[in-house]
């Protein structure tokens, strides 16, 4: 027979495993699924007049950051923890060990989930041309550079570039990175306390801030996104971290 808390404790991994896979799920179905119409352009706009250049930090290493950052934190900070406690929890320090690291690396994952989808749901519903609009589409209108053009054929033979033109506002890089480096700041602001050495957390803290904000500063960089794009990412990516991990996560004094 299989004891109840064991039976809560399956049907609490499966369902929350089913929530993350449905949540990245949803991101490749919306990229799949969703289309853009042409947004209509005015001439004179010189935002949309930058040159395209390649990505500084490219969506896979964007992606490594985000998801590795958190989860290696959580893992290595855990055991180190569990080595530190075993002499006062004894037989129970494995147990809590295992059970802090699931919760915090499932509601991350969770985090990381609303993150992504919410990031393409609002590319596909509110986006705006990239600033190096013109370089990459060369549309076929706007040659005086006076009036609006609703209606114009792109003529540029980047293709992938092309079907990556309209996602400009919000950026995914920058959701990405704000939701990883924001959900490490409250892990460690809530697990991670030094008496002897109190300024190594927050020194650990400015570090996973300032790498976040330059994969965001990059974008602005590599002409891929207007400053508003960025700030929309960013707090999109701190917000969702900021909910997940003080609504979903149980709190420690339940937890311990």
Known sequence: MIHAETKRLIVRVVSDTVIVLLLHLCYFIINA??????????????????????DTVTIVGCAFYAYLLPVLTIVILEVLLAIYNRSTLQHRVWKMM?????NFVITFLMAAGVCLMLTNLIKYTLGRPRPHFWDVCQPDVCQTRTGVAASYTCRGANKDALDDL?????????????VGSTYVVLYLQE??????????????????????????????????????????????GSFVAFVLFLRYLPKMTVIQ
């Open 98 to 102: 295992a059970f802090l690291m699931y």
């Open 166 to 178: 309209f996602k400009s506002f919000v950026s995914g890089h920058s959701s990405l990175a704000a």
């Open 191 to 236: 697990r991670l306390h030094l008496t002897m050495a109190p300024m190594v957390r927050p020194l650990i803290q400015v570090v996973c801030v300032s790498s976040a904000a330059y994969i965001a500063m990059s974008r602005y960089a590599d002409h891929k996104h207007h400053p508003w794009d960025i700030i929309g990412g960013v707090f999109l």
């Open 33 to 54: 699924t969703a289309g853009f119409s042409r947004l209509r352009i005015f001439c004179d706009d010189d935002s949309l007049r930058y040159p395209y250049k390649s």
